[in-house]
């Protein structure tokens, strides 16, 4: 790999001192934060991300998982993945985020990944892994391989001509449904981010992930109180039955009222850039009767403009019979 | 040494170490790191290369920029075509003992591009990170050529191949009219199958540590099943006598037939180290290891016919094969297909078509693990067509010959296998309609198919070196690529002299170690094996007139075959108070050691009057997700029968390991080729999928007895391809069973599913 620095600060000011002055997104800083390391270092080795310096937050804290002043739980941004799906009070109020958390990766990798990294974790695009290909993402004005190329896995929703790539995370994909909100720090203090606004879609700049600052930390993932814990599940189909992305997954969440849906909250992982909500869905199943029916419309609402690639159309097919199943195991609906 | 058939006797007598489920000789040594594989040997100096692959799939090299690389401080040298050694023109010097017919491959040869990923260029650093580093700076410009990845463009063009490798038999000639009988037939079924390209990926990445002596000897330790085949390769190559190249390579992680050539990393490690005239390593990255060899892409068609009865009335199965440029991979895929049932009327084709790939390779079970599943799912279409229970349509069409030659199986326990298998899995209790086994959204299928592999022996050379304290040395240069050679070969060897297990080692993985062939096609325990029982034969022999020659002793005038040797004594049957032990016999002869060495030859002639070849009986039961299309392979009988079994305890690890593959190749297995870039894309294992330990579930493996005294000395068939044979096919035939969709792609994936 290429030469880099390395700098371990054990404060978060020392260590937003090591980014301060980068401008931009993070996505494209010459300065990266590692903790973990267990996306960042792959990519290192491979030529892919080519950082200059790197700055070790592992020695911060920023690891407890702690309750806040509003009833929810604020999950620290470098707590590891496998310390948060099996935190007691994650699996009793928030089970489908440890369900999701758990559906990823392998136990040892869940071991070192932490929460913030998990977030900033990059696609698995074959073609933004290969060097020798093009890739818009990797060397922008490139072209997009996958386009004309292998795309089974790719997008259906929200891509752009410039780029067909998907966010591999399922966590992410909870924390969507979730509304969760990411906390960051940086040189003008602190902000938070609300979880859709924290990942973009590939646009015209699919060279960048998200929009956490070059020169901001995130320091921790605040879950609202409401967690959906009797009416939720993670979904995820893949192509071995672990250590696979998602094709497709889905995070679904339900307030009941009976055998109605009071509100619902619809997230798909494996289908877009980023974690994929869409209101018009949710909303389809507000007040409705649990049923198969309403589920398949508001999946058929939500995959209203999704488009397959050569090798990926079956993708939409198999979204909306996920979402019906995830649904209907959300709200205890049986599946004749 | 010509071995003698003579199976009983040693070694069926009580006591016996063969058939005993021994535990890894080596298995300390893997499990504690002591066992050294081609990339852990260290020596002083030692430099690193890191090789450059070609961006593009076919074209030529127009220039390589290597000024930034070679200006890096510890970056030694960086070879290209450009500056590379003279090497040999001719393509015999290229050749190895697998080699198919035609031009083998060169590395650094000259500007030509044959296909995506070659190796262009090999950077030699003081460190790995370093060259790998440098080996980024490289600047490389193309001239691209249109190429060809696509096999059914390329089928179109597609020709008969000869006899154009070692091992390979084209199809026999057509028998009966099988076109017209399909065409007449009351039944049939017609077919069409593809097989996606699979890439071996061992565990252990591809290496080569060249340790480069002062007087410019060479020691080798290469990734390879068959240290006489490297050594041959680079002495060849390089042009070095055998004096001064030893190969030694005594753990092999794992190799699938893609150990059966030499590779490019030797090559380059080889080129490296005899011109920098220091020691070099070179090891594939897993990306790298979608840079050569693989099972190849095959488009298939089987078609049958059949009376409303079952009786088979035609068969005819047609395949055509992705090869190279430069060279006929052939294997054998359609032949099996006249073998396996009793059929008058049956024609086979065999093409290849030239790809811009890279040469294929030898996969485990080559030929029967792509043929035999488009078979045995046609079999299955067959007996749902006919209302028939799949198992009775095989046994109506059972053959106690080789249709395709007519000569008897020298041994053929199938029937025994399928009782055994189908009573172990239940199968009587299978409801014949498809879709008649849902338990909820699950849909429930069991199915069945048939394995058959070749039952092969090789010359073998092993020697002995007895101490008078009853320690037994064996050696002979074959590779333990993960069977547990080490093991079975101290087995035979501690049973044939009467030996406990921890008083015998086998050497391997030494170029100065006796001849054996390359490692492969389940040869080994019948080719060493039997050299390893041929000279503890010699030794006995020996240690039997040494005793029978002392005057004063308890044995004295007793044969050979008045002995029984055990506990390391000599022992008479007449009274086994007569006995002596090993070191007696040899102190009262003033012997510290015994040595001797012995070459096994086939029974020629009575293998030639045979079918020789294994056969087994696979039953599946999976659970397919009816909305999803995910399939689990809930479980799993195989049923073998291969002759004795030297080791019960590592021959059901092999077959276990190959129905995992089998999972994998019904399921998920594929490389999938960019058609416009002609390149593999999902090279690493994140997203080339084999199955995980959450994907595999009961897997039962059955030993049927099989007595076999053709196929060698040892009655023991080997068992490293027929665990795979069949089990794609097995899947794909419960699948349809679940789910009523009749699936002819491999892999399986749930998207076909979906679609079907």
Known sequence: MRAFSYHRPDSVDAALRGVAGQSGTTTEAAVKFVAGGTNLLDLMKADVMRPERLVDISRLGLDRIEETADGGLRLGALARNADTAHDERVQARYPMLSKAILAGASAQLRNMATNGGNLLQRTRCYYFYDTGTPCNKREPGTGCGALTGVNRIHAILGASDRCIAVHPSDMCVALAALEAVVRVSGPRGERTIPFADFHRLPGDTPHIDSNLAADELITAIDLPAEGFADHSTYLKVRDRASYAFALVSVAAALEMDGQTVRTARLALGGVAHKPWRDPAAEAELAGRPASLESFRKAARVLLRDARGQSHNAFKIGLAERAIVRALAEAAGVEHP | ?756
């Open chain 2, 1 to 756: 040494m010509i071995a003698k058939p003579t199976i009983p006797d040693p070694l069926d007598r009580p006591g016996s170490q063969i058939g005993k489920p021994v535990s890894r000789v080596d298995g300390r040594l893997k499990v504690t790191g002591g066992a050294k594989y081609a990339a852990e040997f260290n020596t002083p100096g030692l430099a690193h290369g890191y090789i450059v692959s070609s961006a593009i799939a076919r074209g030529r090299i127009l220039a390589v920029d290597t000024a930034k690389a070679l200006a890096l401080p510890g970056v030694l040298q960086v070879f290209t075509h450009e500056n590379r050694p003279s090497l040999p023109w001719f393509d015999r010097k290229w050749k190895d003992d697998d080699a198919p017919k035609g031009s083998p491959f060169r590395p650094l040869y000259d500007a030509t591009i044959h296909h995506a990923l070659q190796p262009i260029a090999l950077v030699v650093a003081e460190s790995f990170e370093l060259a790998r580093y440098a080996a980024r700076l490289i600047h490389v410009t193309y001239e691209a050529d249109d190429h060809q990845t696509d096999l059914r463009e390329a089928s179109a063009h597609a020709f008969t191949p000869g006899k154009d490798k070692g091992g390979f038999q084209p199809p026999p000639k057509p028998r009966g009219d099988a076109d017209r009988a399909l065409a007449e037939a009351e039944v049939s079924v017609d077919l069409q199958f593809t097989q996606a390209v699979e890439h071996h990926n061992p565990m252990e990445m591809h290496a080569s540590t060249v340790v480069y002596h002062n007087d410019g000897t060479l020691t080798v330790h290469d990734k390879t099943q068959g240290p006489l085949n490297t050594q041959t390769y680079v002495c060849n190559v390089f042009d070095l006598s055998k004096d001064s190249v030893r190969v030694i390579s005594p753990f092999v992680g794992g190799a699938f037939g893609s150990g059966l050539r030499p590779q490019h990393q030797l090559f380059m490690a080889a080129l490296a180290a005899i011109t920098l005239k220091r020691s070099v390593r070179v090891e594939l990255t897993r990306p790298q290891m979608f840079s050569f060899g693989h099972r190849p892409e095959t488009l298939q068609r089987v078609a049958l016919g059949a009376r409303k009865d079952g009786t088979l009335t035609a068969v005819i199965h047609e395949a055509v094969q992705e090869t190279s440029q430069n060279e006929n991979y052939v294997e054998v895929v359609v032949n099996w297909s006249g073998q396996q049932y009793t059929c008058d009327n049956v024609r086979l084709d065999y093409k290849l078509a030239r790809m811009d790939t890279h040469t294929p390779l030898d996969q485990r079970a080559p030929g029967a693990a792509t043929g035999i599943p488009a078979l045995e799912i046609a079999i299955d279409a067959l007996a749902a067509k006919l209302g028939m229970d799949p198992l009775e349509l095989r046994l109506k069409n059972y053959t106690e010959v080789d249709p395709n030659t007519g000569k008897p199986f020298s041994s053929k326990e199938l029937r025994t296998c399928f009782r055994q298998g189908a009573e172990r899995f239940g199968w009587h209790k299978r409801s014949h309609a498809p879709r008649s086994m849902r338990e909820g959204r699950q849909l429930v299928g069991w199915g069945m198919a048939t394995g058959v592999w070749d039952a092969m022996q090789g010359q073998a050379v092993a020697s002995a070196r007895l101490g008078i304290d009853g320690t037994l040395t064996v050696g002979s240069a074959t590779a333990d690529i993960g069977p547990g050679t080490y093991t079975a070969m101290t087995q035979i060897a501690a049973d044939i002299l009467g030996l406990p297990i921890d008083q015998v080692s086998f050497q391997l993985g030494d170029s100065n170690l006796p001849m054996a062939p390359l490692q492969g096609g389940s040869w080994t325990v019948s080719s060493v094996g039997s050299a390893v029982k041929a000279v503890c034969d010699r030794l006995r022999d020996k240690l039997a007139g040494l005793a029978a020659g002392l005057n004063d002793g308890p044995l004295k005038g007793l044969r050979a075959d008045d002995l029984v040797f055990a506990d390391g004594f000599l022992i008479a049957k007449a009274d086994p108070s007569w006995r002596m032990s090993i070191t007696e016999v040899m102190r009262a002869n003033d012997l510290l050691v015994l040595e001797d060495e012995a070459r096994s030859i086939p029974y020629y002639k009575s293998q030639m009057q045979h079918a020789l070849g294994t056969h087994s009986a696979i039953f599946a039961e999976v659970r397919v997700d009816e909305d999803l299309g995910t399939v689990q392979v809930t479980r799993v009988v195989s049923a073998v029968a291969a002759g004795r079994i030297i080791n019960p305890k590592t021959a059901r690890s092999q077959v276990m390991g190959a129905v995992v593959w089998g999972i994998g190749m019904a399921l998920e297995e594929e490389s999938m080729t960019d058609q416009s870039l002609g390149r593999f894309m999902n090279h690493d294992f994140g997203e080339y999928h084999i199955p995980v330990n959450a994907d595999v579930h009961d897997i039962d493996v059955i030993f049927v007895e099989e007595q076999d005294d053709i196929v060698n000395p040892l009655g023991a068939k080997g068992v490293g391809e027929i665990g795979i044979v069949g089990v794609p096919a097995a899947i794909a035939n419960a699948i349809y069973h679940a789910t009523g969709k009749r699936l002819c792609d491999l892999p399986i994936t749930l998207d076909r599913i979906l679609e079907a």
